[in-house]
């Protein structure tokens, strides 16, 4: 089944239109430049002959019918939103060519067994409210009443920002989907690192995908005049929360001697009252970790915060913490990694199994149906930056693998 190249082109360039000015690729779910590329792409979806609908959760989906429906779907998709100043090719690739699939199926008179479903999950990168992938959770059953009262920082719920997106918070348990209703799920995206590129190779196929938890750490000390408090006297909520950055750094270094996969980061500071005559009284802290074992990821924030409540005691403070997601370990299926293996070997394009040290929607598509995951390189590994680029032969060659695979799935007509 042939593509159509210049299509894909050229809807990569639009979508990376909808962007902040001055602030490439800036499109933060909820946010105008979000809502106006999802009416294009909406809009897009129904040239290609498909229908949309938005569910509960606020995803977009558009699906083309197949002859069986008792088979259940088969679905691709990604994201489109961004982080700030995020990548132009991080999760747009995958939906624009999941649409591409399923246009070139109608527009070649393929008529697929199982319905074909292509989504754009809402809110896949972490959000202004403190959880990533919310549509793919909503989808799955993974999205709590606890999570839909999370605020941004202007106080906004974000129960009340899924219906500004077109779902409906009340009706979220109806988002999620049962294990019938989809036969499976492929996943097209970039790499994000330099595996590929430095293996020289043009497809990587997923076998698993790291498990992500994410905290949140406050520490709470005294704001006070800085030029008329003396050292001894201050309750330096920064000074306590600067031990605890060194302490992620030093901890997570340690964890690479072994055998076994782990990184931290604390990505987001929060100081109050922030200013330049003042001792801070507040610091919010966002801690991430991912690995690989599952004994790590339980491991390393314990270690952590044990450490982080003595090193705050010792400077007069305290702290709070709270775990605000997580995502599990996934394995994908061992017959979505071999069908994607058999159609980059038939495309004769070189391939080679590798983990995803990133999250995805994936993961939470994984507890629903057979789910897999395919890269393409990206220049020099870089992503969710505003110098994150791919060639179009490496974006062609990434579309043509997914359809094939999504082909070859289809034909095996199984539930």
């Known amino acids: 089944m042939k593509l159509n190249e210049k299509r894909i082109e050229q809807r990569l360039s639009k979508l990376s239109e909808f962007t902040i000015p001055g602030s490439p690729w800036t499109r933060r779910a909820f946010t105008e430049p979000y809502a106006r590329a999802r009416d294009w792409l909406e809009h897009e979806m129904t040239i290609a002959g498909l229908t949309t609908r938005i569910d509960h959760g606020g995803n977009l989906i558009g699906t083309l019918p197949g002859t069986n429906h008792a088979l259940g779907s088969l679905a691709s998709g990604s994201h489109i939103d961004t982080v700030v100043d995020g990548g132009r090719y991080d999760g747009i690739l995958g939906v624009v060519a999941a649409l591409e699939t399923a246009q070139s199926m109608k527009e070649n008179n393929y008529q697929p067994h199982h319905n074909i479903e292509v989504i754009d999950f809402l809110s896949e990168e972490p959000s202004d409210y403190g959880i990533s992938c919310i549509g793919s959770r909503a989808m799955s059953g993974n999205l709590s009443s606890d999570h839909l009262q999370y605020t941004n920082a202007s106080g906004e719920k974000l129960h009340e920002a899924i ?18 209703e989809l036969a499976g799920f492929v996943e097209l995206h970039i790499e994000q690192g330099r595996v590929l590129e430095s293996n020289t190779k043009k497809i990587g196929v997923v076998t698993n995908i790291v498990g992500i938890k994410r905290f949140e750490m406050i520490i709470t000390g005294r704001s006070d005049h800085s030029g008329t408090t003396p050292m001894n006297l201050r309750q330096d909520a920064l000074v306590g929360a600067s031990k605890i950055i060194e302490r992620v750094n030093t901890q997570a270094k340690e964890y690479q001697t072994t055998n076994g996969y782990l990184v931290a980061t604390i990505g987001a500071i929060h100081v109050r009252p922030n200013a330049v005559n003042a001792v801070p009284g507040e610091v919010r802290l966002t801690l991430e970790v991912r690995s690989d074992k599952q004994d790590w990821l339980d491991h390393f924030p314990e270690q952590l915060i044990t450490f982080a409540t003595k090193a705050c005691e010792t400077e007069r403070l305290q702290i709070k913490s709270r775990q605000l997601s997580y995502m599990h370990l996934t394995d994908c299926a061992d017959l979505v990694i071999q069908t994607i293996t058999r159609s980059a070997n038939t495309l004769d394009l070189s391939s ?18 057979p789910t897999g995951m395919l890269f393409i390189p990206c220049l020099d590994g870089r992503s969710h930056c505003p110098e994150e680029s791919i060639t179009m032969e490496d974006a062609i060659n990434g579309a043509n693998v997914l359809a094939q695979s999504i082909l070859s799935l289809d034909q095996r007509v199984e539930k």
Not at 166 to 173: D, L, N, R
Not at 352 to 369: E, I, K, N, R, Y
């Open 352 to 369: 080679m199994t590798m983990p995803s040290g990133a999250g995805h929607d994936s993961v939470f598509m994984a507890q629903l149906c």
């Open 163 to 180: 219906r500004r997106a077109g779902g409906t918070p009340e009706k979220i348990q109806n988002a999620c989907r049962s294990k019938n």
